[in-house]
């Protein structure tokens, strides 16, 4: 397998308010809504998906051996500016996807601008196209970013450690270290 890195914009005629559907997922991410249900996390996308915030973000980790627990953050930051966030450990058990761990936690306005200088750096959202990566790489790590604002639903997913871009990296682990979690084991061999 090469390594990879995706990322689209789900547009819904242009207004996310007028959003209905869900969006279309590429075939790699087909068990993401399972996970999602399984740690009764909401959709960021949707008719009411930013009521009362100015944007939401989350991270959803999953290795991709079965050993290891996935791992989930999502940032809501309301348009006041205050932001709460939640953090997860799930686990599949029988087929179904449950929370071992969930706490919640809140994140400044300072780190909240950082975060967004980081994806600007990264160049997440502005990035619509997949890269290849030459050569081999089996049992990384996949990595989904999600994002809805007042600019609609935003989605971009990478195999680390699989060719991804460092400073797309730097995005996840700065998230994950708003929850108080490193992830360089989980993102490097």
């Known amino acids: 397998m090469k390594g990879w890195i995706l990322s689209f914009a789900v547009a819904c005629a242009g207004v996310l308010a007028g959003c209905q559907s869900t969006?279309?997922?590429p075939s790699e991410l087909a068990g993401y809504e399972r996970i999602l249900t399984g740690l009764r996390e909401?959709?960021?996308?949707?008719?009411?998906?930013?009521?009362g915030f100015s944007q939401r973000v989350r991270i959803v980790v999953v290795p991709h051996y079965q050993l290891r627990p996935k791992m989930m953050v999502r940032l809501d930051q309301r348009e006041s500016g205050m932001t709460s966030g939640v953090f997860i450990y799930g686990k599949e058990v029988s087929g179904r996807w449950t929370a071992t761990e969930r706490r919640q936690f809140s994140a400044s306005g300072d780190e909240m601008k950082r975060l967004d200088e980081l994806i600007r750096g990264a160049g997440i959202w502005e990035t619509h196209q997949f890269e290849s990566?030459?050569?081999?790489?089996?049992?990384?790590?996949?990595?989904l970013l999600e994002r809805v604002s007042a600019s609609g639903y935003q989605l971009s997913y990478a195999n680390a450690p699989c060719g991804t871009p460092r400073e797309y990296l730097d995005v996840v682990r700065h998230i994950a270290g708003l929850?108080?979690?490193?992830?360089?084991?989980?993102?490097?061999?």
């Open 23 to 25: 969006p279309v997922l």
């Open 42 to 51: 909401p959709p960021l996308f949707g008719a009411n998906a930013t009521d």
């Open 133 to 143: 990566r030459e050569g081999m790489c089996t049992d990384g790590t996949m990595v």
């Open 179 to 189: 929850a108080g979690r490193q992830l360089d084991g989980w993102l490097a061999y």
